[in-house]
Each structure stands twice: as structure tokens, then as C-alpha cells.
């Protein structure tokens, strides 16, 4: 069985750099909204064991190393079950490395869409407490709409 499931793009309404953390990363407050444009993915098992990713950009990783096929890892690994062998098809509308979330929300979609599939045992936001172990933008797009983020 194939599912469905959109990845929205975001865009910054606003990003003021607030100085230098010890780190060497920035401290950040941006409000962050929800966009029209989005990535399609289709996820349907399969037998062979893992998880593999194609695209309609074909240098996106397929494997492991693909911020998507990681949120599924995290998924299961939560959900406390083996993940069953996956195929996860991205049909890329977002522009790549352009600031606009693509590869978080191809993320946000696979967790939302296995949760789904799974019989919902997340609520949303347990979902995106999830996020955090994928990427610093894929809570915010697991929920999505208009918010304001710092650090």
C-alpha cells in the first residue's frame, strides 16, 4: 500500500542574528510561515529490509544519508518495533539548499505519514519532539503554519 503525504516548504519572515554562541554557532530569532510550495512523497513497504529513497533529483542521497530516510529510522526506533523495508519516493518542488526547509520537511512528511500509518501512537507533538533527533528545522515542519523560533 502506497502513501501520500506533502512536505511544505517554508520561508523566514524574519532572521536577526543575535551574536555568537560559544559554539561557534549563531544565536537566531525568526519567525518561520508555511508555504504553498511543497515536495510530494510516496512511501510503500517493501520486501527487501531498509529503507531506501529515490528522488526526481537524482543527487539527492538514496540511502541512510538522506535527512528523510533518518526520520524513519528515528520513527521506528521510538515507536519500538523493527521497521519493515521501505520505499520512500520524493517528487522535489522545494529548491535545494535554498533556506526553505526542503529536505526538513521531506522529514516532517515521512513522520507524519508513518505515524499515520501506524495507527497515530504520536500526538503532533510528540511528533516533532521526535523532529529534534532529525534536523533543527523539522519539528517546526511537522506542525507547520506560522512561528517564531529561537536559538
Not at 554562541?21 to 517493501?46: A, F
Not at 538522506?66 to 520513527?75: D, G, L, P, S
Not at 515521512?110 to 510528540?126: C, Y
Request: proline fraction near 7%; include cysteine; aromatic fraction near 4%.
Amino acid at each position: 500500500m502506497t502513501h501520500t503525504e506533502s512536505a511544505w516548504a517554508k520561508i523566514n519572515l524574519t532572521l536577526d542574528i543575535l551574536g555568537k554562541r560559544p559554539d561557534g554557532y549563531h544565536e537566531m530569532k525568526m519567525v518561520m510561515q508555511s508555504i504553498d510550495l511543497c515536495d510530494n512523497l510516496e512511501l510503500s513497504e517493501r520486501e527487501a529490509p531498509g529503507t531506501a529513497v529515490s528522488s526526481t533529483l537524482p543527487y539527492l542521497p538514496r540511502d541512510g544519508g538522506n535527512i528523510a530516510a533518518k526520520a524513519a529510522e528515528v520513527f521506528f526506533a521510538h515507536l519500538g518495533r523493527p521497521a519493515p523495508g521501505l520505499d520512500i519516493h520524493i517528487r522535489k518542488q522545494i529548491p535545494v539548499c535554498a533556506g526553505m526547509a526542503g529536505g526538513s520537511s521531506d522529514a516532517a512528511a515521512v513522520l507524519r505519514a508513518l505515524n499515520q500509518r501506524s495507527g497515530d501512537p504520536f500526538s503532533p507533538k510528540e511528533l516533532a519532539r521526535l523532529g529534534e533527533q532529525v534536523g533543527s528545522d523539522v519539528p517546526y515542519c511537522v506542525l507547520g503554519g506560522t512561528a517564531l523560533a529561537q536559538g
